[in-house]
């Protein structure tokens, strides 16, 4: 069973971290916000389109959606009438590559709570995520690291710690990326070709055994017995799982 806990110092009341959904068609930039933005301390979504965006939306209800303008199919703007259209008060970045100052025009006239242009300055476009989620929610000033436990797993996202059975275990930069894009897909297998491209950056042609590698070593450090994984598991033909419901 996955929860989502305060820290210990938390008196007994639980919150839950805010969510951000990021819809961006740019898989390495989209990688790149999503991992400062964990670091920050945030859970965070990704979707390519339009069609994504509104599953994700109907799904997790984020607390702020992060939107580019030129999506395929569909551009950001139609997304943002029909968010808003709908009574949905999500706070909404807009980003765009075009300088046209019609366009900031038409994203504010549509509901956009902020603007940023591309190329993006990143520790500005999380500055401007902080203060417009201080102005949303109150909470967010008080906010503190959230864990991630599954089963007797637990993961820290900001601080990048992970614990097993109450010990912290020490994994290496790659099998902390790994056991995060893993949580992420909510007990969805994902092949070994999506690893490569999400958590390595490699073109999802490459042929490497690193998944493989760094499978082995997360199961030796969190499985009590990593010949017969509880959560890490091998679908053979398909890909990898972190099994999340799992009674302990």
């Known amino acids: 069973m996955v929860m989502m806990n305060g820290d210990a110092s938390d008196s007994g009341l639980t919150t839950t971290p805010l969510r951000v959904l990021i819809v961006e068609d740019n898989a390495h930039f989209a990688s790149t916000l999503r991992n400062n933005l964990e670091i920050e301390g945030f859970l ?12 994700q939306i109907s799904h997790v209800q984020p607390d702020l959606i992060i939107l580019d303008v030129m999506l395929p199919g569909h551009d950001g703007f139609e997304l943002l009438r029909s ?35 591309k190329p ?29 436990r599954v089963g007797d797993i637990e993961i820290c996202p900001p601080s ?30 994902v092949s070994r070709a999506e690893l490569l491209r999400d958590v390595w950056g490699y073109h999802t042609s490459t042929i490497s055994r690193t998944v493989d590698t760094h499978m082995a070593g997360l199961r030796h450090k969190l499985e009590a017995d990593p010949l017969n994984p509880r959560y890490l598991l091998t679908v053979r033909t398909a890909g990898y799982l972190l099994r999340q419901r799992v009674e302990v």
């Open 44 to 55: 965070v979504d990704t979707a390519a389109s339009v069609v994504a965006a509104h599953q």
């Open 83 to 117: 968010i808003r259209s709908s009574g949905n008060s999500v706070p909404i970045i807009v980003l765009t590559a075009r300088r046209d100052e019609q366009d900031k025009l038409r994203g504010f006239g549509l509901g956009a709570d902020d603007f940023v242009t």
């Open 120 to 148: 993006v300055n990143l520790p500005e476009l999380l500055a401007r995520i902080r203060a417009l989620l201080r102005r949303a929610y109150p909470r967010f000033a008080l906010a503190r690291p959230h864990w991630i």
């Open 160 to 189: 990048r710690t992970v614990k097993r059975a109450g010990t912290v275990v020490d994994l290496r930069p790659k099998e902390f990326e790994l056991l995060l894009a893993l949580f992420r897909q909510h007990d969805r297998i």
